[in-house]
């Protein structure tokens, strides 16, 4: 049986190596006592390179010096397989990974760096959001897919004529104008938001006949289907779906029963 990885722990392994005092007492505080397990053991030149460069304390990029992914990141191999340098260095001096897809972000944006403090574990979205802000991340016309220029996309904005006229003078469609005009595309430059992703259900739902309120009191309502529909001007079905958890489940909590 496999036992917790914190040093001086000989409880069982439950999670990531963890048992299960630890592993509550890392999601909660994101950090660990240091670990002994298949990444700090290693024997490799890479594993042993990075352990010498925890006693580092400067704050120059010390650069990977072995092989690398075609992006830059460092790639070293532990336990017989080959993962990122950078992650590797960012677990060996902050901790395992605080949460489910946490990334080892570089603060100084050097792919190569395996300098302990110029990394630290962020979410996706805010390792993106570094990209943006050291302007590396390849949007807007940087973007090898992009069919406008900034400039192009302002003066879509701002030309007040029908879409269909607008789209031949760029030589794209109108679905690709609509796009720019309401958001959809192009909204970080724009500085237009685009609709919500979450769809309008209940009485946003421009197709609703009942509000929330109507609902709850339908489900309350112990008339026959046919009494409760001619009080509320809709039909028996509807009333039946309700009832069901056909439809409104996300406001009653009615599980719809399997057929």
Not at 76 to 86: E, R
Not at 112 to 124: A, V
Not at 154 to 165: C, F, G, H, N
Not at 234 to 242: E, G, L, Y
Request: aromatic content about 6%; overall charge positive.
């Amino acid at each position: 049986m496999k036992t917790c990885v914190v040093e001086g722990c000989e409880g069982p392994a439950i999670k990531r190596g963890c048992c299960g005092k630890h592993y509550q007492a890392f999601r909660i505080a994101g950090t660990l006592p240091p670990l002994v397990g298949p990444r700090t053991k290693g024997k490799g030149k890479g594993i042993v390179f990075l352990r010498e460069q925890l006693a580092y304390e400067g704050d120059e990029c010390v650069e990977w010096p072995f092989g690398r992914y075609p992006k830059g990141y460092g790639q070293v191999k532990v336990g017989g397989k080959t993962t990122n340098a950078s992650r590797v260095m960012c677990e060996l001096a902050h901790g395992p990974a605080p949460f489910d897809g946490a990334v080892a972000a570089h603060s100084c944006d050097n792919p190569p760096c395996i300098t302990k403090g110029h990394l630290s574990w962020k979410s996706s979205k805010g390792n993106s959001e570094d990209m943006v802000a050291h302007g590396r991340s390849l949007r807007g016309s940087a973007s090898r897919n992009a069919i406008f220029t900034e400039e192009q996309v302002l003066a879509i904005v701002a030309d007040p004529r029908k879409m269909v006229e607008i789209a031949p003078e760029y030589g794209t469609t109108v679905t690709h104008i609509g796009m720019i005009k309401t958001g959809r595309s192009w909204g970080w430059l724009t500085g237009i938001s685009g609709p919500s992703q979450r769809r309008n259900r209940g009485a946003r739902n421009g197709r609703a006949t009942l509000n929330e309120q109507q609902v709850l009191a339908i489900v309350e309502d112990r008339r026959s289907n046919e009494d409760v529909a001619s009080s509320y001007g809709v039909t028996p079905a509807a009333i039946r779906d309700i009832k069901a958890g056909r439809n409104w489940s996300w406001l009653t909590g009615i599980k719809r029963k399997a057929a």
